[in-house]
């Protein structure tokens, strides 16, 4: 048993799906065809013998009626005749039979039959070389059976050329569906086969352009081939986004990277030949090479974070924004010092919780301010709010510097994106990125704004659980 599941296993990875499915459909159908041409021959051959068992039947009934005094008889000679009935009448007793032999086979059964022991039965002989049905029933109140017989080779006859017919039939229906299943398996499989090319083609060639080709039509009338092609897109589609996403990063970062390490190369070389220079000079140096490694260590720690797509599950707890704000503006005091700093925090959202990373959501927090501070006018304000809204807890960061342009909106959230305004202040260009990429990461929603009155408006929604 476990050799015949073992050639099973091995027939289906042999056999491609196409030909699985075309011979499952072919089965099923085939096996119908030939379950109904057995179910026909099997009710002609019924019907055809009850008919003739019917007509044995009446013409018994009415040799009773009609001949109700005759003695016990021979068969008459009619059973050479196709549509004609012999009969005989033989008593119980032997010794009362007729001086001429019977022509019909007379048996024990025949003797039981005339003295009431046995029931009527049919049964098949042949008579005078020829097939017949005979029927074997009791005289009324007399110890004498009645046998009746008719030929049968025409009811016989009759049932070999309808099991020929059928048989054909049957051959027919099982060459149509192998045709039938074929094309099911065909037209069935032809999304999958497009579906499999494609990704061949995308694994082959690394370009996660292609597409699976859909059948026009309205959404309503999609089957489950079609959705799983139109889902198969929107994967590549998604595929598509982040590899391309991937690359941009990788070629900003190598373009945003070049300059400090250009820098620092030359710092690091005009230090190698520090017994040329001053005192002063060394001093200047040494600390633009400070400065410029500090650059590139914050950058590389920055693409690393954005390099992460979740929030690691073991670190995430129920985190109180109220605190993690204070905690923010704290710190943004400390280095912003010309700056300053106002946190609104509504009381009925002082003490809600949200899951979340900690250090994660401070660093936001943190990018955001940050942001703020570097557009801020000298002594300005930088306001922050945190206040309640129908299921989420909502978190606003205002400055009152020059404010973002309508062309720049759309791209404030983009990894190494700088506006004009921007590219002669320090940074990377990744803290907004990052702010998002962390809110995301938390199921938050974060938005830029113009802020009424001029300066730039930042909203963090945080859903509630």
């Keep these: 048993m476990t050799g015949t599941r073992g050639l099973g296993a091995r027939w289906r990875r042999r ?28 009710v002609i051959d019924y019907q055809m013998t009850r008919q003739l068992k019917l007509t044995l039947t009446q013409t018994a009934t009415q040799m009773i009626r009609d001949r109700h005094d005759w003695g016990p008889t021979p068969s008459d000679t009619l059973c050479q005749y196709p549509a004609s009935s012999c009969v005989q009448i033989v008593p119980s007793d032997p010794a009362e039979d007729p001086r001429k032999p019977y022509v019909l086979p007379v048996s024990d059964a025949t003797r039981q039959v005339a003295d009431g022991r046995s029931a009527a039965f049919y049964e ?19 110890d004498e059976a009645v046998q009746v017989a008719q030929r049968s080779d025409t009811v016989d006859r009759g049932v070999e050329q309808a099991a020929w017919a059928l048989a054909a039939v049957g051959g027919a229906g099982v060459l149509l569906a192998a045709a039938l299943g074929y094309w099911v398996s065909r037209t069935g499989l032809a999304p999958v086969a497009r579906l499999t090319a494609t990704a061949e083609r995308i694994a082959a060639t690394r370009d996660a352009r292609h597409r699976i080709e859909l059948p026009a039509g309205p959404p309503a009338r999609e089957d489950e081939i079609t959705r799983l092609a139109t889902s198969f897109n929107t994967m590549l589609g998604e595929l598509e986004q982040s590899v391309t996403a991937q690359r941009r990063l990788v070629a900003d970062a190598s373009h945003e990277l070049r300059t400090p390490l250009t820098a620092l190369r030359t710092n690091a070389e005009l230090l190698a030949r520090a017994d040329r220079l001053t005192d002063a000079q060394r001093d200047r140096a040494a600390a633009a090479l400070g400065r410029q490694l500090r650059e590139v260590t914050t950058l590389v720690n920055d693409l690393i974070e954005l390099a992460r797509d979740e929030e690691p599950q073991p670190l995430v707890e129920q985190v109180r924004p109220a605190a ?15 700056l300053t700093f106002t946190a609104a925090i509504d009381p009925a959202a002082a003490d809600t919780t949200v899951p979340g990373v900690p250090p994660r959501l401070a660093r936001l927090l943190s990018n955001l301010l940050d942001n703020a501070a570097k557009f801020s006018p000298p002594g300005g304000p930088v306001e922050t709010a945190l206040s309640g809204v129908p299921g989420a807890l909502e ?44 809110a995301r990461a938390h199921g938050a929603d974060l938005t830029a704004e113009q802020a009424p009155g001029g300066g730039a408006l930042f909203r963090l929604r945080i859903p509630l659980p």
């Design 395 to 438: 978190l606003t960061v205002r400055d009152h510097g020059p404010g973002i342009e309508a062309g720049d909106l759309p791209h404030v959230f983009d990894r190494f994106y700088r506006a004009k305004a921007a590219r002669a202040l320090p940074g990377s260009g990744l803290g907004l990125a990052m702010a998002r990429q962390i």
């Design 124 to 142: 098949r002989q042949k008579v005078a070389g020829r097939p017949v049905l005979m029927l074997t029933t009791r005289m009324t109140d007399r």
């Design 15 to 42: 056999r491609p799906l196409r030909a699985r499915l075309a011979l499952a459909a072919s089965a099923a159908v085939a096996l119908v065809a030939v379950g109904v041409c057995a179910a026909a021959f099997t």
């Design 324 to 338: 993690l704000l204070e905690h923010a503006v704290g710190a943004a005091r400390e280095h912003w010092p010309e």
